[in-house]
């Protein structure tokens, strides 16, 4: 029996459009998350890390295991921090204390994010977390790589693998990303942290 599920998806396939395509959707969630779910199931059939939860695979194996489980759980981060776009969107209340206490203004904040992200070479996800003494940071992580890694705990990351854009912005990779801010579900960020 398969260990690991495919997540449901908080959202009908087309609520993210413009900014995120049901075409996009359709391979990204339904294709590229979905082989990320049954390789790691195969992976892990008959051995201990059945057992375990993807935080600890990802902290505690190596090679394909932990790749798999990495992209599992940064792809079920990803897809559960969206909403249907909306105007001027922001955060509000702990979170944005936060943001601001740590980067002096929102603006300074998605400037840095949005740089982290078009300057990451190759694939990888950049990523917002906080550290142990609650402090935010924003990190570059290659191929599968998660901030738990680090003893970070991640709050909310953009996709630069090109699979994650490419149907829709082909290699405007920074124009992707600056359209993402307008379907951040910030309530879902801030129970991260
Ligand atoms: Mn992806």
Known sequence: MAKFELMALPYAQDALEPVISSATIGFHYGK?????????????????????????????????????????????????????????????GKIADAITKSFGSFEAFQKEFNQKGATLFGSGWVWLSADKDGKLIITQETNAANPIQKGLTPLLTFDVWEHAYYLDYQNRRADHLAALWNIIDWQVVEKRL
Request: no cysteine; net charge negative.
């Open 32 to 92: 590229h998350l979905l082989t990320y779910v049954n390789n790691l199931n195969a992976l892990v059939e008959g051995t201990p890390w059945a057992e375990k939860t993807l935080e600890d695979i990802v902290r505690d194996s190596e090679g394909g295991m932990r790749n798999n489980a990495g992209q599992i759980l940064n792809h079920e981060m990803y897809f559960e921090q969206f909403k249907s776009p909306t105007e001027n969107n922001a955060p509000t």
